[in-house]
């Protein structure tokens, strides 16, 4: 099914024949955004110990909506504003998932650069965390993320640090990303380091990223058959008013998120 998606999708993309080479960049998902955030699903869309890189907010075209939505046993729906610049950004987001005792959660983010250096927050109940991209326009950058889970009650913190590096180079971008966590609950122990290399490959009509992750240092064998290896990729494409980005196996099963610029 997946496969069928995918194919009909590329077909779709070159029927259209939508530039992605110019108007992709940043807009598809690339291993943990951490050094590489998209800017068409940064509020609710990630993968890894963190959420994505809130730095990357300054990629915000001049203003965007966009709408998303997710299946893997349950179904979830999400929408996002966003507006700024290459020195600063500001993004909001609301997400909720269709499951017996789930509830919504409104999250925002604000982002500027200052020099060579992009500085971000990120701010939701019960979350928060900043975010730092180095040589945020060049060809070689370095990300990193800290972020505190921050649930009611006593002795329940979540503390997770992310760290990567990518190059960039306009057709072709590369991203190595990986965090960890621990918790203030010292009966929880887990050393797992969550490790995503990945790569986006930008054409003249669209753009297609792959990405591999894994949970390595497992001492006590906590890992699942997915969570020893697991592939994920996405197909972005569109035009300057419009993005569609479509995944499988990134966040859920299936996801998209379509994104109008204005």
């Given at each position: 099914m997946k496969r069928i998606l995918i194919f009909s999708f590329l077909l779709l993309g070159i029927s259209v024949g939508a530039s992605?080479?110019?108007?992709?960049?940043?807009?598809?998902?690339?291993?943990?955004?951490?050094?590489l955030p998209d800017s068409t699903s940064i509020?609710?869309?990630?993968?890894?110990?963190?959420?994505?890189?809130?730095?990357?907010?300054?990629?915000q075209e001049p203003l965007?909506?966009?709408?998303?939505?997710?299946?893997?046993?349950?179904?979830?729906?999400?929408?996002?504003?966003?507006?700024?610049?290459q020195s600063w950004g500001l993004a909001a987001g609301y997400y909720s998932r269709d499951c017996t005792g789930?509830?919504?959660?409104f999250r925002g983010a604000a982002a500027v650069g200052l020099g060579g250096v992009a500085l971000g927050i990120r701010?939701?109940?019960?979350?928060?965390?900043?975010g730092l991209i180095f040589n945020q326009s060049g060809g070689h950058r370095l990300g990193i993320v800290g972020q505190l889970s921050n649930p009611?009650?006593?002795n329940n913190n979540i503390t997770a640090l992310g760290v990567g590096y990518a190059y960039s180079n306009g057709?072709?971008?590369?991203?190595?990303?990986?965090?960890t966590r621990t918790f203030e609950n010292t009966s929880t122990k887990d050393d797992r380091?969550?490790?995503?290399?990945?790569?986006?490959?930008?054409?003249?009509?669209?753009?297609?990223?792959l990405n591999y992750e894994t949970l390595i240092n497992d001492k006590n064998d906590q890992n699942t058959d997915e969570e020893k290896g697991n592939f994920w990729f996405g197909l972005g494409f569109g035009q300057n008013n419009w993005h569609l980005a479509a995944y499988a196996d990134y966040f859920s099963e299936l996801a998209v998120s379509f994104s109008w610029y204005f």
């Open positions: 992605a080479a110019g108007n992709g960049q940043r807009r598809l998902a690339l291993a943990q955004g951490i050094s509020m609710n869309f990630s993968s890894g110990f963190t959420f994505s890189n809130p730095a990357g907010v300054i990629y965007r909506l966009s709408v998303q939505g997710d299946q893997n046993g349950s179904s979830g729906l999400g929408a996002e504003v966003g507006t700024g610049g789930c509830e919504g959660d701010f939701e109940e019960e979350l928060s965390g900043i009611a009650g006593d057709t072709f971008e590369f991203s190595l990303d990986g965090s380091i969550f490790l995503s290399p990945g790569i986006v490959i930008h054409t003249q009509m669209l753009s297609l990223s």
